[in-house]
């Protein structure tokens, strides 16, 4: 249960020795070459080795003598503190031990998880490591950060651009649901999708280089939150409105709701080659203006088909001082609401034959279309519903009705039966609704406020229990278990929990061990750090044969995830420098304007334009001194020639907005108009060197 | 040495049973009023009691036998997991093993000691627990962050405007240095000061709430580096420019670098009541266009005085491409550079003679008149310095010169004595340099590339060695140790050490026990997450008579550090919910606008300008329909109305880029111009109830 997978003690070494080496490799400054001991690195080597061997605690002798694998090693435990005393002082219980040794990860080891969590109303996406749950990157997407030169000039400047709203700036999002790439339902490492529920738009982050590298705007909805779910060999990536408009977002009375306002089921075209989202190639599918919530996409036996679902078919609307019902009272009056199941394969042939039309340039199924040729159909589901979370084999389909104590299970092959059967009503808008009955294999009673389900490798699912703030664990049925559709156990959480995730719980082959829980709440579980709380994730033990156990409460003082996914640390194969000196992360290709060496660099002037191509290496940034005229376009080309790892540099030019950070081989081109006369320094933000400081030159402007 | 200050288990307990009761306190929704089981705050209680006895694992059993604290309490160790089990699969050393033991931290206990650091370009600061390490917060600074609401509508769009550079917006900072604000020379809690090196500016926040109240701009500079750093009682706030500009930054050619170029060092006073820095009351001294770049302010004997180091003493100016070394080169021929030794009670009494011009409305006293008044002294100072570092008891400045391998140690009071000898050489703009033999104390070798120094409450220093990626641990001399001015030390930390900060390490009474090195490359100690790699902070044991260790390695990915203050977490009184309803936190005091109880929210209509008083609380926004016509300018102000802790709502209106966070009693105001006609929902953006998702409303702009 606990086989190491970290890289073993030879690799690391290998790696420590390597650091180092790497460090000093490529344009390393002067000072550097004249000032590293060559010592140093066997240095670094004998004095952790020297680390094993400290102040002597005999308790803590006789504490691990009990541990096999000192005495097989034949050490003598030498700690540097002795560990009861430790345990004393520290007031540390059996559990508290077990969960630090099980999360615990040492300098220099790895851990075995990624978890790519979203940020809600941040607008970012997170990358935590498991079982350690520590913050390993935080990744821009839809805010500008200049830390990683996220939107402060450059070509993350037109990523941004690509999500504005009829032009105007859109400098934040309110990111929901991360989903991996995936290749026959397997999380493949290659890619990531994330929703902004705010401003209808998604997001394409390529995890060769972790940069967001497309944003699209749905121009059928202003707010979603039905999204990002992708098909198994992520044909397409799925997104839905949350509160339904008029399509295209235009203006109609609220008093029209019924007859104006409209759902949207969008499908997305990936092309895995260009790394890109083909709006051209995309559709979307009208509906009744239910709200949709979430979705999943079907695998297996219902590979081709997806499955949204949705609150507020009572169609309420607001109206508080006109006497109408809080739509919190209005949007949960029926006991029912509306499964939605699509058969995106029907549609694909619907669109080829030419039956859509064009909305905003984007091509759109219309629901009476959609309801004629099979493409969409309804299910009643209990109540104000929030997760649809299909079984790992794609036999299942399990709803959580967040004001229902049950989970409901549909079984594919039931609504394949009643669909062939042909027996159903419709509802208003002629859509036909499925008997509820001939579609629902189980209903399991779990508690209140259930919300979400997770899947691991012993047939067992995990819903979330909002009101319970705990967690279910419940026995799947045939396949999967032959005690099935049971509740089995149930955890306390702190507190209000959201979200969970288990490890690569959303594909056919979810490997267990691991489930991370987002609770919305985390009230008194932190030192107090002013009125706004950060949220609480954490890792709970899903291990066989064992009750499930929180190890570690990971507080998140940077946003509101709403959903994370999980995946094996080797699944991704990331680039640890870019592949060429000249690389546009943009184009991922060689820049025409890269300068490959030093003495390369130049400016020309071009009537009132000035270009510049420069280069960085440590420690210098030329040219280094350049000056225009007040009023003068300035276009500067910047390449990082670097070859060694993690020597990035920065380029701030204060007073201008501007900062760039580029790794070993990146090149990038800013553009701007130099209207503020003065004298303004340039240099490098990345601590690159012993004179990084002196990484500097002067932007000079002349006043007209 | 472990005593344990975790508030204890019946505190926490306490705490425990009060949070599920905060939750349900306040408008908690019918659904949560309904649902919520009265058992269920019980249940969590036993829940917890019942996670301490789960199935057993023997060996584990005599693992922990040997720890008394058990067998004291009578315990029989039932773990989820065997110990050793657990160490032997995850191939722990016994030095992992107490690190592991010494930085956990369970569910509900709290960390000892929050670490507030910069995060270089991200512009924002964090704030860490230890021993966890644990991010516990992002605060957003001069980087709009939209989880926190900040930049994105409400009055932190007026915070940031006050940083804005000739009226244009700049909207990221390249923090380095926190400051917090000190009382007697002690860390209070109430303020911590940031400084901005790219665009020259100062922010304040406000620890009662951690957020951000002010930003200013100095009007003398463009870029700076030597801030912030807080007089004793935070009488000022220290910063200085890093590379000279013409005072005010105007165009100057760079080939008149001596003449027209110059240094500033600022002292911006501070308003304790207010909360603010007051411009007005603030003073700057000019000095030649030495490059400064860290500070320190006096204390005890020192009090009065202030030590800044420069480097580029040498006046190079870049021009490579006009045959001029390059500046890393240029930069450092000299073997002294030199500490600027200020009396600033000396430069009020200047102020308060009228012996300064104004510049750009600033207080400037000229350096002939620095000179003339024993306002500024130069000492000479080995080699290109980086950090100057008082000694507790204000008794020594310690200044490190990044290319010299020694640390020279200047004692204040032969400073004084040669300042009253009074026989001293000028330099080339006549300024007094002290004989450098007749101030300094002790120079101590330590190693390869010196840069920072913080203290414990041993009477030790603790040096970062940039280029030899290690700390030097060297004692003090007299009054603090009779074995003094020797190193005793050395730990390799990974790698390229930057700053480093011992748990109130920069006041009058150092606590010891840990040290935090901010290292610049982590290489090889993370999982590859693309080319741009976080940072590596490390956490090390300086515990009293034991060799250092490095306990944790916590990654930074969100930013780069440059500098952290640790302070004792109980010394931090902040709110946990805004004092009463309706509160403004720009004013920190009650807002006229606020809407104080559900029923009195309300529309006006005055010609062109419509304005809404609205409320927040679970799960409504009243009013939550609002008509206007395109072109409307609208003032919306919305007051969350909640009292329970953690209760915080969102406002977000999609396609406006408006997101707010108002957490309890909290009252804000946005202002824009409807001028995109359409169909806007507007919804919380904080999951706070089982009808979060209902909590919305619509905002509908008619077409002109």
Redesign the interface.
Known sequence: ????S?P??TENGN??R???H??SRGGS????RQ???PS?IG??KV??RG??G??AGL??G???A?????QRKE?T????????????????????????????????K??EY?MFSS?????QVL?H?LPS??????IAVF???????YG?GGYTNEVLEGGY??G???????THHPALSETNGEYDGEFLFINDK???RVAVID?????TKQIVKNPLL??E?GGCFVTPNTEYVLEAD??S??LG??????TEYKEK?RGVLTFWKFDRQKGRIVPEQSFAIETPPY?H?LADAGKGPSHGWAFWNS??TELA??????GRP????A??QRDMDYLHVVNWKKAEEVIAAGKYEEINGFKVIRMDVAAKEGVLFLIPEPK?P?GVDVTPGGDYIVVAG??DPHVTVYSFAKIQQAIQAGQWDTDEYGIPVLPFEQCVEAQVELG??PLHTQFDDQGYAYTSL????AVAKWALGKPYRDDGWKLVE???V???I?HLAAVEGDTTKPAGRFLVVHN???????????????QNA?LV?I?P???M??L????I????P?YAQIIK?ER?K?????PEVGWNPHTQSTDPNAVLKVGEER?ERRGKTVEIWGVLLR??I????I?VEQGDEVIWHLTNIERA??A?H?F?L??Y?I?L?L????TQTIRFKAD??????F?C????S??H??????F????T
Chains 1, 2 share one sequence.
């Not at 105007?168 to 309110?174: C, E, M, Q, R």
């Not at 570690?552 to 507080?555: A, E, L, T, V």
């Open positions: 249960m606990f086989a190491p970290f073993d003690e790696e420590e390597q650091g180092p790497r460090m400054t002067m000072a550097e000032d590293r001991p140093s240095q670094r004095s952790r680390l094993l400290t102040a308790s803590a006789a504490l691990l009990s541990c096999s694998v000192f050490e435990p030498k700690l540097g503190a002795s560990a009861d005393e430790i345990i004393k002082a520290r007031q540390l219980t059996p559990e508290d031990v077990t969960a630090a040794l099980m999360t615990y990860v040492p300098s220099g790895y851990d990624l940020t809600g109303h941040g607008g990358v490591g749950m520590r913050l390993l990157k935080v805010t500008p950060e200049p830390w990683q030169g402060y709203f009829h105007k700036p859109i400098l934040w999002g309110d705010a401003n209808g995890l060769r280089d972790f940069e202003v707010n939150h949350q509160y408009v008029p977002g235009v203006y109609a009375p609220i306002y709200w919530d609150i507020n609307i607001p109206g508080i001082a006109e809080a739509l919190e009272i949007t949960t104000s929030h967040k004001l209140l406020g909002f009101l319970d703030s149930k955890l306390p702190q507190y209000n959201g919305k709440w985390s009230v008194d579980r932190y030192a107090s750090l002013g009125p706004l709380l950060p954490q033990s291990a044969n064992q009750p156990r929180v570690y409460d990971c507080p003082g940077i946003g509101e709403h640390r991704i990331s680039w640890e420098i870019y400016i420690s210098q030329r040219p280094d001194l000056e790892k993690d990035t920065g701030a204060g007073g907005n900062n950070s790794e070993p081989g990146e503020i006369p003065g004298t303004f320094p240099y933000t990345e601590f690159c012993a004179l400081l002196e990484m500097m030159g002067y000079l402007v002349k006043p």
